[in-house]
């Protein structure tokens, strides 16, 4: 495989149980031998500290105490996620199943989507393909305004609303449905606008990757007998292209949890028609920008993590067993 | 190398044929592409309802449905625009110099930072380089909102606030260019890198020779991201930035319709700053993208 576990600079140590002292010794001669892959990180190090890792500790540290922004915090211990897990109806009710279901289509949804279309351009002829790509990542340039004039005039709740006329028209539908402030429709909305600009950072990567495999692979798995398109898909490029694989993976599922305010813009109420799109970003803006209940909203921040990385695990898990086939 | 590419040779009329069967544009793939161009278009809307609305005189400006396309063009808004910006109090061609300077700085600065740091955490595995790469994809998952207040605590304490360090450093930080270089060079084959050690080549010299040039791709893509976030960054002025003349342009841009009485005042001149705004954007877009399609051809990873 390309990742060969063969270290550059240093051969590895062999683990003894030798005294402590030794090995403290041994392990820092193992950093000096480094120093020069220390000097590398540093100064991204630098500012990756200042600027996300203490405060992301610090605000996780939050999630212990109750703090309103006014006065100080004040240590309150593990209430905050007592009352989470056990009273803050809202949450178990709306927000949770909301963003799981959310997840559970968006998540998987765009990134098929993405790998699919980043696959589909890499067929184009060169010179087509930035035009494709271009429009495939138009969502993402334009973020607000691709919702403001593609979006909402098209899922208008009345009978001017483009997708209701044009049902009413073909008689699909004898009277227009509130796609968007109705309760039942409002997640359905969602989902789809937000699968249609999911083609973000990951497309490109997964672009970047496509193009990026050896071509001459392709022709050694034609001698070899691969006939169709989905078994070069199967066999070479999906395996040459893992990094950017689990790049974009972890990308969707990042980006599918942070999504919160998606279902505020289409209905244009917040909190959405009867929390039926509320998602635990929202909730985390309800708790830290209205109710200004910043210790609350911490460990919901702390959950929403928890939640973040355990998918991650399941991802990579699922990566893993499709590595062995 | 050469036994493979007198190969080629030799089985390029076998090739071609295979080719050309497997390349064949059946109906189903013509269906595809035209499925293909649909959407695309339909994905494409905003775009050309961007450089459109800006052309749109007042009475176009508020149609709803809002129309595509301009039905009588002019250049009012513009005017309208230029009038607004004229008359502020810090000349506007400040908050363009600071903007272009922190655009420039933080794309430069962001590619090579990401890049240091993604190569020994790939190629090096030195100690502690599996608990910075979960750290950084730990942190990258935290919700940024609840990071504000912490965060202007730090930019406090270093002092940063008011000079062009507060609109970088925090831009500096950006774990996700971090990861895609990393994934990218994970692809770099390590008997490359050795080999360049044996002929002599210095650490800084396989980085900067070997490393950078394989993993280009992802330069380009670290380079689109980066730039779109300092472009449009809002953020680093709100925050860190008492001082009028510090701030970019995009967040003069915001202060023309923010706050006004109604919905409709400077609404032109609005559409009009989208533009500008977007138009960068586009270009670096459509510039680092090309060089993504085109570094596939010679890229050499096997």
């Not at chain 1, 997840?103 to 098929?112: E, R, S, T």
């Not at chain 1, 490109?204 to 050694?220: H, K, S």
């Not at chain 2, 161009?37 to 007042?58: E, Q, W």
């Amino acid at each position: 495989m390309l990742q060969s576990e063969a270290k550059l600079a240093v051969p590895a140590k062999r683990k003894t149980s030798e005294p402590v002292g030794i090995r403290l010794k041994r392990f820092f001669k193992t950093v000096w031998d480094y120093r020069l892959s220390y000097l590398f990180i540093a100064p991204f190090l630098f500012c990756f500290l200042a600027f996300i890792f203490v405060p992301v500790v610090l605000a996780a540290l939050l999630s212990f105490t109750y703090y309103n922004a006014l006065e100080p915090p004040r240590f309150i211990g593990w209430q905050n996620f007592q009352y989470l897990f056990s009273q803050d109806l809202i949450f178990l009710k709306y927000a949770l199943p909301n963003t799981i279901k959310f997840a559970l289509i968006v998540g998987p949804g765009g990134y098929v989507a993405a790998f699919l279309l980043a696959w589909l351009i890499a067929q184009l002829p060169n010179y087509a393909r930035i035009w494709y790509a271009l429009a495939f990542y138009t969502p993402s340039l334009t973020a607000g305004i691709a919702m403001s004039i593609v979006w909402l005039p098209l899922l208008t709740g009345d009978r001017i609303g483009y997708l209701n006329s044009f049902l009413m028209n073909f008689g699909f539908i004898d009277q227009p449905i509130l796609w968007v402030t109705d309760k039942n429709y409002l997640m359905g909305s969602m989902i789809v606008v937000t699968l249609w600009s999911s083609m973000g950072v990951g497309f490109l990567a997964m672009m970047a990757g496509i193009l990026n495999v050896n071509q001459e692979l392709y022709e050694a798995a034609r001698i070899d007998g691969v006939k169709s398109r989905l078994q070069e898909i199967w066999y070479i490029t999906i395996p040459s292209m893992k990094p950017q694989m689990l790049f974009s993976a972890v990308m969707a599922i990042v980006g599918t949890f942070k999504a919160g305010t998606i279902g505020q813009e289409l209905s244009g109420q917040f909190p959405t028609p009867q929390y039926a799109g509320h998602l635990l970003m929202s909730h985390i803006q309800d708790y830290g920008e209205v109710r200004f209940e910043m210790g609350y909203a911490a460990s919901l921040s702390v959950f929403l993590l928890v939640l973040m990385f355990l998918s991650n695990k399941l991802g990579t898990k699922l990566f893993g067993t499709k590595e062995d086939e | 190398m050469a036994a493979t590419s007198k190969m080629g040779r030799l089985l390029a009329p076998i090739r071609f044929k295979r080719r050309s069967k497997l390349n064949r544009v059946d109906n189903f793939q013509k269906f595809l592409l035209v499925l293909l161009t649909i959407l695309g278009l339909f994905m494409l809307l905003p775009l050309i309802y961007i450089f459109n609305h800006a052309l749109k005189p007042y009475n176009e400006l508020f149609v709803y449905p809002p129309n595509i396309f301009v039905r009588q063009p002019t250049l009012q808004n513009f005017v309208e625009l230029f009038l607004v910006t004229s008359s502020s109090v810090v000349p506007v061609t400040r908050y363009f110099f600071n903007s272009v300077v922190t655009t420039v700085l933080a794309v430069i600065l962001v590619t090579v930072i990401s890049a240091m740091c993604a190569y020994p955490i790939s190629k090096h595995k030195f100690p502690g380089h599996k608990i910075l790469m979960s750290t950084i994809l730990l942190t990258l998952m935290f919700v940024p909102e609840a990071v504000h207040i912490p965060r202007y605590i730090v930019a406090a304490h270093l002092g940063i606030m008011n000079t062009y360090w507060g609109h970088l450093l925090p831009q500096l930080a950006a774990p996700v260019s971090v990861f895609l270089m990393k994934q990218f060079m994970d692809q770099i084959p390590n008997e490359l890198l050795e080999a360049a050690k044996m002929d002599g080549a210095r650490e800084f010299t396989i980085f900067l020779k070997i490393a950078i040039p394989m993993v280009m791709p992802a330069v380009a893509t670290v380079a689109i991201l980066t730039f779109q976030g300092a472009w449009g960054n809002l953020e680093t002025s709100q925050l860190y930035m008492q001082d009028e003349a510090m701030k970019t342009f995009p967040f003069f841009l915001s202060t023309l319709t923010n706050g006004l009485a109604n919905n409709v005042a400077r609404q032109g001149a609005a559409a009009a700053a989208a533009v500008i705004l977007f138009l960068p954007n586009f270009i670096i877009f459509l510039f680092f993208q090309r060089k993504v399609i085109a570094t596939m051809a010679h890229s050499g990873i096997k």
